[in-house]
């Protein structure tokens, strides 16, 4: 036998102690070769001033160990608080979130009892960010950021979990026709990987009327990658779908370190009752013996929870009276776990796990811009401004320079000057175009910004405009 794996336990608020003494119990039974440092997260250390909920000697244990097995915890209400799991994420490089949500009809209910979906979600980036601004009185701005290598490393993951999972499909879910620019760079990132997995199907839907047939045919999906709001709103939906949001786990995977925990929160009403399902972190433990190697292990466990659901031994929150033949505790349901290690289940479909290894990393290429050319050739300035279209018009003939000239105003991403519409409605939150002949200097724009000030008009905030290879890198007006 391998020697034991070191991993960082947190117990977590609500119900997260009692679930994570209960799927430690089944995952020390069942032989998992662990060796569990703990530390304190969430809502404590909140309190004590640890503004994200995790204090300095816990991310010490974290870089020892680089595997993080997490319980669900409660964040204060009231500004100031930061999301741990988004600080985790991004300090720690977790760039894939990966849910599979599959059902287990007919013994918890669902309309879709052939449904075995895995949602690869980019975990880093996107509207995640977390970059707002209010720009006017009346507009407030948060940026969505889609980045070629955040977007490679998430693709690259999909086929490579696919590949080893044994899936046949990725399917791609994204909003390019309309976010031409970011989720564009997201779906011919995708193209360009898919063609060098010529054994795994691939395909793209746009993500509405992808969401409409995952949550009315999830069945002709197997694995789906998205940006992460996508990822993270449709994750949910799928699980909620194959039965519950209570029995899915997750796994959050870098190129250095891993966090397990499950998808639902820390229920703080149901606390301290022996009420709450633990299969959601269940399941993330899974996911993490898998990842550790320790697939063996992983096989048994889930193998003796399918038998522990056929047996009808369910808690509360999936309890019928139709399917179920026993109604118990946090604890009752890790010991009927346990009671059937070495069992499998005779009507759902028995778990195989031929994985020793964990995904292959190294293959996570960034791709390379070093060669791409950059030309300046304009900028938009965004102005807070309340009256006419041509009045504003107006007042920016005067800032324009030899070099730069207006060319058009939107308001809202509609265009208003010139040839705008009577009928369009106008916020106080106006973008200028201004568009050189060639390439131009950033001097150039920094004139017509000291113009529009001394014309008395309240810029908030510029963006560059950039030909990358000769081709514009921007939206139309």
């Excluded at 998205?226 to 779908?241: F, H, T």
């Excluded at 550790?292 to 193998?303: M, S």
Aim: proline share 5%.
């Amino acid at each position: 036998m391998s020697s034991a794996t070191p991993i960082t336990v947190a117990h977590g608020d609500g119900i997260g102690p009692e679930i994570m003494a209960a799927c430690l119990s089944i995952l020390q039974e069942a032989g998992a070769r662990l060796d569990i440092e703990t530390i304190e997260i969430g809502q404590a250390v909140y309190e004590r001033g640890h503004d994200t909920g995790i204090e300095p000697s816990a991310w010490e244990s974290l870089r020892r160990t680089r595997v993080f097995y997490k319980a669900p915890i409660t964040t204060p209400q009231g500004g100031g608080f930061k999301s741990l799991n988004v600080t985790i994420r991004k300090t720690l490089g977790l760039f894939a979130n990966v849910r599979p949500c599959a059902s287990y009809a007919p013994y918890i209910e669902t309309k879709h009892p052939n449904m075995d979906v895995i949602i690869v979600r980019e975990n880093e980036e996107d509207l995640y960010a977390g970059i707002e601004h209010r720009q006017t009185p009346q507009v407030y701005q948060c940026l969505k950021l889609i980045s070629e290598p955040g977007s490679r490393k998430i693709v690259r993951y999909a086929f490579e979990d696919a590949k080893r999972h044994g899936r046949k499909k990725v399917t791609c879910f994204t909003k390019d026709n309309i976010m031409k620019l970011t989720d564009g760079l997201f779906h011919k990132v995708f193209d360009e990987i898919a063609a060098e997995y010529p054994d795994i199907e691939n395909e793209h839907w746009i993500v509405d009327i992808g969401a409409a047939k995952l949550a009315d045919s999830p069945e002709a999906f197997d694995v789906i990658v998205m940006p992460n709001l996508y990822g993270d709103i449709l994750s949910d939906v799928a699980a909620q779908i194959a039965g519950s949001v209570g029995l899915a786990g997750s796994s959050n995977i870098g190129a250095n370190y891993a966090m397990f925990e499950a998808i639902h929160g820390s229920a703080p009403r149901r606390a301290g009752q022996n009420l709450a399902n633990p299969s959601g972190l269940l399941h993330g433990g899974i996911l993490m013996l898998l990842h550790l190697g320790q697939a063996d292990i992983a096989q048994r466990i889930h193998n003796a929870w399918l038998k522990t659901i056929e047996d009808g031994i369910h808690t509360y929150d999936i309890y019928s009276e139709e399917r179920s033949t026993q109604k118990v505790g946090t604890k009752e349901f890790a010991q009927a776990v346990i009671e059937r290690l070495g069992q499998e289940p005779s009507t759902l479909k028995t778990v195989k796990y031929n994985i020793s290894e964990p995904a292959d990393l190294s293959k996570f290429d960034i791709g390379d811009t070093s060669k791409v050319k950059k030309d300046l050739v304009g900028f938009d300035a965004f102005i807070c401004w309340t009256g006419s279209p041509d009045d504003l018009a107006a007042k920016l003939d005067g800032v324009q320079t030899g070099s730069l000239k207006l060319q058009a105003i939107t308001n809202r991403g509609v265009q208003v000057w010139p040839g705008g519409h009577p009928e369009t409605f106008c916020s106080d939150h106006w973008r200028c175009r201004f568009v050189g002949q060639n390439t131009i200097p950033h001097t150039d724009i920094i004139q017509v910004l000291s113009n529009i000030a001394d014309a008395g008009l309240d810029f908030i905030k510029t963006e560059n405009l950039c030909k990358f290879d000769g081709k514009p890198a921007y939206s139309g007006a």
